[in-house]
Structure formats: structure tokens, C-alpha cells
């Protein structure tokens, strides 16, 4: 007996061990970029994978000089777009889930449909569209394509979500004489908070990282979402590296997500597996 507890001890020893080092590999490109961001380049070749002897703050000055507007831009165009995905796409959910109409089940496939198409095939048209409604160069030629992809992603996944609920909650609410509407922003959209912010969150990772589409409708600089910026600010040293000031702004680039993240952990967490219990 004794000797199968020491066993699982040792076992037990072993796999914290390993998730251990799985955990610092996974974690130590992030540090090696952070400890290079504050290295000069002399330092960078001598001291390659250690932390820097010497921290050069005129490194994340530069980054930042260059940087900052691109922030800005890309909050404006994940203010306008998450939040109008998740509002049209979790309307178009209620109504496959809840409403009958005809041919719902052939509509709610064609949606799913969408899925399945790169989205390199739709490029030329959708920058077709733009061209002819007259808003590239504009913060709507980011966003409102940003909402059209994201729509079937995001009625896929609400619309399992409101299909699990219980009907008689919607039957009693009808039975009061509460419109659809109301039944939408009253009881749906209270009981389906943890997945649609797994959903904001998810799609907020997807527009603040995107980077073919906005290089594309995006020729002025000073409206330049972060991908692309930091794009350009790399080829600025692609003849004469600076690897301090470039990782710099790498690291100035993830830190909004980490910190949003961080925080919004525990309902995207909560998101996934409120999602699987009603799935």
C-alpha cells in the first residue's frame, strides 16, 4: 500500500513537473521579447537570451513615437465593430432559435455556409463594395467587413446557446404579453452574458490582430491600425536592425490584450463552459 502512494507521489511529481517546463516554454518567448525591448543592440548580441545588465527606456520612446496614433485607430475600429457584430449576430441568433418562420433551417444553413469560404475569396468583391460606396480610407472600410465575417461565427455559436435554454421561460414572458424584443433584451441577453463575452472577447482578439484586410483599405498612415503599423515600423529597420526599439514596440502591442485578457479571464472561462453545459 505504501509502496503504490509513493508511486503516485513520484507520478504525481512528474507531471507538475512537466506542465512546469510546457508552461516556461510556452511563456518564454514573451519574456525573451520583453527583456529585448530594453536591451541596445550591443547588448543584444553579447547577451543574447538573459536579461538586460543596462534597461533603455528610449527604446519604448521610439516604439511609442511612431505607435500611438495606430492605438487609437484600432480602438476606434474594434469600438465600432465587436460591439456590432455581437448585436446583429446575436439578433440573427434569437430569431433562428427562438422564431418561426418559413425555410428558418435552409437560411440558418446557408448562414453556416459562410464558413466553409476563405476569405481570400471574397476579397476582391467585398473591396469592390467598399471602393463603390466611397468609405476606403475611412474607419467604416475596416469595420463594417469586420462585422459581415464575423456574423456567422457568431450566430453559430448564440444560436446553440439560445436553443438551450428553456422554453418556458420565453412562453411565459409571451403569455404576459412581452413582444419578441422585449423577450430578447429581457431574458436572452441576461442569460446569455458569460458566452457572448467569450464571444466579444474572441472577436476583439481577431480585429485588433488583423492585418491583410486594413493594409489593403488603409493608404493613409495616420489611420493605420496597429497591424499594420507595427508592420511598417519593422520595415523601418529591415537595412539596419534595432532589435531594442522593434521589440519594444512588439511588446507595446500586446500589452492592451494582455491586460483586457487578464482580467476578462474569468468570463470567457465561464463563457466556454456555459456554452458546452447547454450545447
Known amino acids: 500500500m505504501k509502496q503504490k502512494k509513493t508511486k503516485r507521489q513520484f507520478s504525481s511529481v512528474l507531471i507538475q513537473i512537466l506542465i512546469v517546463i510546457i508552461a516556461f516554454l510556452m511563456l518564454y518567448p514573451i519574456i525573451f521579447m520583453i527583456f529585448t525591448s530594453f536591451k541596445d543592440n550591443p547588448e543584444f548580441f553579447r547577451n543574447f537570451w538573459g536579461p538586460p545588465l543596462t534597461v533603455h527606456l528610449d527604446n519604448y520612446k521610439l516604439a511609442w513615437g511612431y505607435l500611438n496614433e495606430s492605438f487609437m485607430n484600432t480602438i476606434i475600429i474594434c469600438a465600432i465593430s465587436v460591439p456590432g457584430v455581437l448585436v446583429t449576430g446575436s439578433l440573427s ?19 453556416l455556409a ?35 465575417n464575423g456574423e456567422a461565427f457568431v450566430i453559430f455559436v448564440l444560436r446553440g446557446f439560445f436553443v438551450g435554454l428553456p422554453e418556458e421561460i420565453f412562453e ?108
Open 172 to 279: 411565459s414572458a409571451r403569455m404576459d404579453g412581452a413582444n419578441e424584443f422585449k423577450i430578447y433584451f429581457k431574458i436572452a441577453v441576461p442569460l446569455s452574458l458569460p458566452i457572448m463575452g467569450t464571444v466579444f472577447i474572441m472577436r476583439l482578439l481577431s480585429d485588433w490582430n488583423d492585418y491583410l484586410w486594413p493594409s489593403l483599405t488603409m493608404s493613409e498612415p495616420a489611420k493605420w491600425p496597429i497591424a499594420v503599423a507595427i508592420k511598417a515600423f519593422k520595415a523601418q529597420f529591415d537595412l539596419l536592425p534595432q532589435w531594442g526599439p522593434l521589440y519594444a514596440g512588439f511588446t507595446l502591442t500586446i500589452i492592451p490584450l494582455v491586460i483586457f485578457f487578464a482580467f476578462t479571464m474569468k468570463y470567457y472561462v465561464e463563457g466556454i463552459t456555459s456554452g458546452a453545459v447547454k450545447g
Open 114 to 148: 459562410l464558413m466553409m469560404i476563405p476569405n481570400m475569396l471574397v476579397l476582391i468583391p467585398t473591396f469592390t463594395m467598399v471602393a463603390d460606396m466611397g468609405i476606403l480610407n475611412s474607419y467604416w472600410a475596416v469595420a463594417l467587413p469586420a462585422i459581415a
Open 93 to 111: 441568433a434569437y430569431a433562428f432559435a427562438r422564431l418561426r418562420f418559413p425555410l428558418k433551417n435552409f437560411f440558418y444553413y446557408m448562414v
